[in-house]
């Protein structure tokens, strides 16, 4: 019997871009031809289809690279099951309702790299069924070597609640976070609605971070900061959508683990909207509620 998997890797090229100008058209530039990003594909017509995107750039780390590949091969086979399950279902049961077919768009890309550390932002929208599709956001950091993401326990040498590290993340956070929303949402900004409803659930504590990648420095060659990604739904309504929060290595440097330290250095490239002791910070009452 057939699998219902049909694995299939396809590369593709980027072609060199061709000036025109009226019928004549010019000599084409020289452009670099970018290695091929590995793309897997599945698909089962009318019920589900699957693409999971893998950044070219991992062929520099053989053990990642297959250890992502693995992992997101295991993914699609229960996401192809899930699908040919219901739909199997709506079939027996609910033939009169109408049926979307399911479908999930993976891409993995770095946003830093060298010899010792590689940070990945592994993005993904799927639909499972409901009114729209969703996104999730699973950042992956990890050292070179082998797939062991790491988290704030690892990167600070004290993680517990209210600890110096989580204290100045937690306000670095809200007051970046804040000032995005600020930008975003222009008149419909509500900064008391804000720190009463969606920022509330922000602390100085390990759960109450998001996933989290590293940004590289102004010379590329170490981080320089962090970015914390907030999906849809946990800092804001589904139509506002996720938020991407920048803290730079000055806010965290002092409580880095030995370990860690050597990965950052100096400034991030991407710039920051506030500072220490902007307005948007979060306001503590006396009795710290």
Same mark, same amino acid.
């Given at each position: 019997?057939?699998? %219902?998997?049909?694995?299939?890797l ?23 031809? %970018? ?13 589900? =289809? ?6 070219h ?63 990945l932002?592994?993005? =993904? ?14 950042p992956?950091?990890? &050292? ?21 590290? %989580? ?14 929303? &600020? ?26 971070f ?22 849809p ?23 880095l ?15 920051? %909207? ?12 006396e009795?710290?509620?």
């Open positions: 019997m057939k699998s %219902l998997l049909a694995f299939a396809l590369l593709s090229t980027v072609p060199a871009g061709f000036a025109q100008t009226g019928s004549t058209a010019s000599v084409p530039e020289e452009t670099e031809t %970018l290695p091929p990003d590995e793309v897997i594909e599945d698909t089962l017509p009318g019920v589900y =289809s699957v693409t999971i995107t893998l950044d750039r991992l062929e520099n780390y053989p053990g990642i690279m297959n250890a992502l590949r693995e992992a997101e091969l295991s993914g699609l086979a229960e996401f192809a099951a899930l699908a040919v399950n219901d739909h199997r279902s709506w079939i027996d049961e609910s033939p009169d309702w109408s049926w979307n077919a399911y479908f999930s768009e993976t891409d993995i890309s770095i946003t830093f790299a060298n010899e010792d550390v590689i940070s932002d592994r993005q =993904s929208s799927y639909y499972t069924g409901g009114a729209h599709p969703n996104q999730g956001r699973s992956i950091v990890t &050292r070179a070597d082998s797939l062991n993401p790491a988290g704030l326990d690892d990167l600070f040498a004290e993680t517990a609640p209210d600890s110096p590290a %989580l204290t100045a993340l937690f306000y670095a956070v809200y007051r970046e976070l804040m000032a995005l929303k &600020r930008e975003r949402l222009g008149a419909d900004f509500d900064e008391a609605m804000e720190r009463e409803t969606w920022l509330a659930p922000l602390a100085p504590e390990v759960d109450a998001p996933g989290f990648v590293l940004i590289a420095n102004q010379s590329g060659e170490a981080a320089g900061g962090l970015m914390f990604h907030f999906e739904y946990e800092v804001g309504s589904y139509a506002e959508g996720g938020y991407d929060v920048p803290v730079p290595l000055s806010v965290f440097e002092a409580y683990t030995g370990e860690w330290a050597d990965v950052f250095d100096g400034a991030p490239a991407q710039a920051v %909207l506030t500072e220490a002791g902007d307005a948007l910070e979060p306001i503590i009452s009795t710290g509620d």
